[in-house]
Each structure stands twice: as C-alpha cells, then as structure tokens.
C-alpha cells in the first residue's frame, strides 16, 4: 500500500492567502478621524446649495405634468387648424387651373397690325384667383419684327407662373389693354420661371414664323418651353379650345404635334383646361 | 419586474439577511421622517464592511477612507430616492462599488498602495511562519510584503472581476447578493469568479500548494 504523496505543510491555498487578505484592518482609531471627516462632510453636503441639473430638476420634473398635455393639445390645434387651410388652398389651386380663356374663333379673328408694330408692353389688371404678371409684344408677322422684352412686375421674380399664356391680338388692337384672363400666370404651377432672356428669345424666333395669314386669333407665347427649330414643312397641332387637338393645312408653320403634348404635359394642363392657341 | 425581483430577494435570502434588512428599514424610515441622527446608526453598522471592499478594490487607505465617507454622503442624501426594491444594505453597496469603480477608470493609470495593518486579533497562520524563514525575512516584514503582492495582484485584475472577488471571499457575500449588486446574473458572477481565482492563482503560483 503505497501512501499517497504529501503536499509540504508549508504552502498556504488562495483561499488561505485571501484569509489572510482580509484580516487587513484600520485601527481602532481610524474610525474616529474617519466619523469626524464624514460628520464635517455630512454637514457640508446639508449646507450645499444644488447647482446645475441638481437645482432645476425638481422644476423639471413638476412643469412636465403640464407642459406635455399642452403640447399635445397644442399639435392637435394645429393639425385641426391646418387641415381645412389646406384644403382651401388645393381648391384654389384647382379653380386656377381651369380658369376660361376666352377664345376667338379663327375665321373671325381679325389681324391687328397696329399691336404688332409698336410692340408695348403693358401690364395687366391683377384678378383675384389669377396674377397677371406680363403682356407679350405682339409679332409682327408680315415684318418678322423682334419681339420686344415682356415687362414683368416685380413680384414675378419670385413666383412660379405658367410657361406660356395666350394674347388675343384682337383685344390688344384697340387701346392696348389687356383683358382679365389674356395674360395668366399662375402662383401654384410646378414650373420653375426661367430668365427671361431665355424665353423672351424663343419665343421671337417663334414669332418670326408665324406668317400674317396664320396670327389671325390669339398668339402662344412661349415663355419657358425650349421650343425645337421649326420648320416650314411639319405639320402644326392647334388645340382649339376644349377641343383637343387638330392637325390643319392652314396652320402649317407652327409647333410640332408631340412638341405641343409634351409642352402641356409639362403644364399639367388638360384638356379642359379652355387653353387656346391660334395662329 | 421590481416585485419579482423584490420576490425572489425574500426566498433567496437567509433569515439574518432578512432580519438585517427589516432592522435597516426602520432604521431608513426614521431618518425619511427627519431623524437625521439615525443614520449614525447605519453608518457604524455598514462602515467597515463598506471600507473593507473600497479597500480591496483600490489597495490605498486614504482613497478607500474618502470613498467610503462619500458612499455614505450619497445613501444620505438620496435616502429618499431609495425605493425598497432591494435590501438597504444592497442599496448601499452599490453606491459605494459605483462609487469606487468609477475612481478606478478614473484613476487608471495612477496606483499607489497603501496597505493595512493586519488585525492584531487574526491568529499569524502557521504557513506564514513557514514561508517567512524560507524567504529568511521576519514574520513581520514578510508579512508585510506578503500583503503588498496580493494587493499588486489584486490589481492586476479588472475592475469587475476584482470586485467580484471581492465582494465573494473578502465580505463573503452569496453569489446572488453579487449579482444584485452589480446587476448582473448569477452565471456571470460565477464565471467572473472563477477567472479572478485562475489569474490569481496563476499570479502567485510561487506562493501556492503545488
């Protein structure tokens, strides 16, 4: 029988040694250097006044009862008091849009050579629903005139408007004015206004096509549709009123048929919208 | 979730920790109806328990003495604050291991030991003799050095595994009163446990029974 080997007696365990950690004490006197320290700190601690996030938190705490069901109410105010604005304002925006342009049916429309050659620029009357913020020079087809630059008030630079709107040169023949619904440019329209330089010369190299025979009714004016070059052979899409579209021999120098969906297309207009183009 | 905890406190608990905890509740009660003076109480009941672990933590008495006033500076002043959810004394013991866990990350790099006395009433064990004529130093001075390499060991662990070694085989807290001290999960207090011993064994393994 062999005895199992002995371990040295003389080698403490962990355990013993963490025994023997913990018999680490302070003196007995320490403790009363230690509860004099804590009294001096204890006293201090009741004298102190809190500072910072200490001090407000109690405020805090007792404005939260209130301040979060008046917040509450006060989004619920809004939400209430905007949905009925909203809803004004889109209707608004509805009617503009199929505000009635008065027309003037091709074969009656008279050619007004006056309006073409002294090229004026006038500003229209200002209508509730509408803003009327330009009269275009009217052409001069015979002549193949230059159009002169559209006089724009100063509150167009900062709205958007519609990129196009229609002069009955009839109504520009006597007198110089423009009716109410001639010259229209919309507030609520997605088109962002360009420079003028930019439309105003598009829309004389348009002009500079349009012969005496075809501007017998209105005028498109071309305000920031970048219009292809024309030419004399392409047919011509005329949208009659609340028509639609019509190809004719008669209006054979023009905007080309896709070139003038695609323009009102970008307009968002349709075609109830009353929109006439003559030429 | 603080009902079940409070629950399950109750079954863990032995029936000295419970009647601790009703003595300290009265205690707490009396010092939120404005007795300030009854905090004394608490005070000498829970302060060297609560300097022994700062202590252990730290290794320095003089951190360990600020540590400790302001452990009970804190339980003073949001006493009010303190729910009941757990023991006064589990309350109370976090303070002061959050307190001093947050000396240490503060003082990371900067350790200066400076250890006890041995309590003149623990008996010298009879290995300390031994090792001491092996090393041919006095009981005394090998002591003292003795005392110096746990506390360097000591400090050679994290701060979570140091306090859990701490709070088990200094203080000789459960595994559960641990747990919810530092407020985390029994399993975790055992593996953290079971570390701390292996890096402290391995630490001073020349010392150790082979």
């Given at each position: 029988?062999?005895?199992?080997?002995?371990?040295p007696?003389?080698?403490?365990?962990?355990?013993?040694?963490?025994?023997?950690?913990?018999?680490?004490?302070?003196?007995?006197?320490?403790?009363?250097?230690?509860?004099?320290?804590?009294?001096?700190?204890?006293l201090?601690?009741?004298?102190?006044?809190?500072?910072?996030?200490?001090?407000?938190?109690?405020?805090?705490?007792?404005?939260?009862?209130?301040?979060?069901?008046?917040?509450?109410?006060?989004?619920?105010?809004?939400?209430?008091?905007q949905?009925?604005?909203?809803?004004a304002?889109?209707?608004?925006a509805?009617?503009?849009?199929?505000?009635?342009?008065?027309?003037?049916p091709?074969?009656?429309?008279?050619?007004?050579?006056?309006?073409?050659?002294?090229?004026?620029?006038?500003?229209?009357?200002?209508?509730?629903?509408?803003?009327?913020?330009?009269?275009?020079?009217?052409?001069?087809p015979?002549?193949?005139?230059?159009?002169?630059?559209?006089?724009?008030?100063?509150e167009?630079?900062?709205?958007?408007?519609?990129?196009?709107?229609?002069?009955?040169?009839?109504?520009?023949?006597?007198?110089?004015?423009?009716?109410?619904?001639?010259?229209?440019?919309?507030?609520?329209?997605?088109?962002t206004?360009?420079?003028?330089?930019?439309?105003?010369?598009?829309?004389?190299?348009?002009?500079?096509?349009?012969?005496?025979?075809?501007?017998?009714?209105?005028?498109?004016?071309?305000t920031?549709?970048?219009?292809?070059?024309?030419?004399?052979?392409?047919?011509?899409?005329?949208?009659?009123?609340?028509?639609?579209?019509?190809?004719?021999?008669?209006?054979?120098?023009?905007i080309?048929d896709?070139?003038?969906?695609?323009?009102?297309?970008?307009?968002?207009?349709?075609?109830?919208?009353?929109?006439?183009?003559r030429? | 979730?603080?009902?079940?905890?409070?629950?399950?406190?109750?079954?863990?608990?032995t029936?000295?920790?419970?009647?601790?905890?009703?003595?300290?509740?009265?205690?707490?009660?009396?010092?939120?109806?404005?007795?300030?003076?009854?905090?004394d109480?608490?005070?000498?009941?829970?302060?060297?328990?609560?300097?022994?672990?700062?202590?252990?933590?730290?290794?320095?008495?003089?951190?360990?003495?600020?540590?400790?006033?302001?452990?009970?500076?804190?339980?003073f002043?949001?006493?009010?604050?303190?729910?009941?959810?757990?023991?006064?004394?589990?309350?109370?013991?976090?303070?002061a291991?959050?307190?001093?866990?947050?000396?240490?990350?503060?003082?990371?790099?900067?350790?200066f030991f400076?250890?006890?006395q041995?309590?003149?009433?623990?008996?010298?064990?009879?290995?300390?003799?031994?090792?001491?004529?092996?090393?041919?130093?006095?009981?005394e001075?090998?002591?003292r050095?003795?005392?110096?390499?746990?506390?360097?060991?000591?400090q050679?662990?994290?701060?979570?595994?140091?306090?859990?070694?701490?709070?088990?085989?200094?203080?000789?807290?459960?595994?559960?009163?641990?747990?919810e001290?530092?407020?985390?999960?029994?399993?975790?207090?055992?593996?953290r446990?079971?570390?701390?011993?292996?890096?402290?064994?391995?630490?001073l393994?020349?010392?150790?029974?082979?």
């Amino acid at each position: 029988m062999g005895s199992a080997p002995q371990q040295p007696p003389s080698r403490p365990t962990l355990e013993e040694l963490l025994r023997f950690k913990r018999a680490e004490r302070p003196a007995p006197e320490f403790w009363a250097e230690f509860d004099r320290g804590l009294r001096q700190k204890q006293l201090a601690a009741l004298m102190k006044r809190p500072q910072g996030w200490a001090r407000v938190r109690p405020v805090f705490v007792r404005s939260l009862r209130w301040i979060a069901p008046a917040t509450a109410a006060v989004a619920v105010a809004l939400v209430v008091v905007q949905m009925p604005l909203s809803t004004a304002s889109r209707k608004a925006a509805v009617e503009v849009v199929t505000l009635p342009v008065r027309t003037v049916p091709v074969a009656t429309a008279p050619v007004v050579a006056a309006a073409v050659q002294e090229h004026q620029v006038e500003t229209a009357e200002v209508q509730a629903s509408t803003r009327i913020v330009a009269v275009a020079p009217i052409p001069t087809p015979a002549v193949h005139a230059e159009a002169a630059p559209l006089a724009v008030s100063a509150e167009q630079r900062s709205e958007r408007y519609l990129p196009w709107s229609t002069v009955s040169l009839s109504e520009l023949g006597e007198g110089r004015t423009a009716s109410r619904d001639t010259f229209v440019s919309l507030q609520t329209m997605g088109e962002t206004p360009r420079p003028r330089t930019s439309w105003t010369s598009r829309f004389s190299e348009v002009a500079q096509e349009i012969t005496a025979e075809q501007s017998t009714g209105r005028v498109l004016q071309l305000t920031s549709y970048d219009l292809p070059a024309i030419t004399e052979t392409q047919p011509v899409a005329v949208r009659v009123a609340s028509t639609g579209y019509a190809s004719s021999e008669n209006y054979r120098h023009g905007i080309r048929d896709r070139d003038f969906r695609d323009m009102e297309s970008r307009m968002g207009s349709s075609s109830r919208s009353g929109l006439a183009i003559r030429f | 979730m603080d009902l079940i905890k409070a629950v399950s406190r109750m079954l863990v608990a032995t029936p000295e920790r419970q009647v601790e905890a009703d003595a300290d509740a009265l205690i707490v009660a009396e010092v939120r109806a404005g007795n300030v003076a009854a905090f004394d109480q608490l005070v000498i009941k829970y302060r060297e328990r609560i300097y022994a672990i700062i202590y252990n933590l730290t290794s320095n008495r003089e951190d360990a003495s600020d540590l400790t006033q302001d452990a009970f500076i804190r339980a003073f002043q949001s006493i009010n604050r303190f729910g009941g959810q757990s023991s006064f004394f589990t309350w109370l013991y976090r303070i002061a291991v959050n307190g001093a866990r947050t000396h240490l990350r503060k003082n990371r790099l900067r350790t200066f030991f400076s250890i006890e006395q041995a309590s003149e009433e623990e008996k010298t064990p009879e290995w300390l003799n031994m090792l001491a004529v092996e090393a041919g130093a006095e009981k005394e001075v090998f002591a003292r050095d003795l005392r110096q390499r746990l506390n360097e060991s000591f400090q050679k662990l994290s701060i979570k595994h140091r306090t859990v070694i701490t709070l088990f085989e200094i203080d000789g807290l459960s595994h559960a009163e641990i747990a919810e001290i530092m407020e985390c999960t029994e399993g975790t207090v055992r593996s953290r446990l079971h570390y701390a011993k292996l890096q402290l064994q391995a630490d001073l393994q020349d010392l150790l029974k082979r």
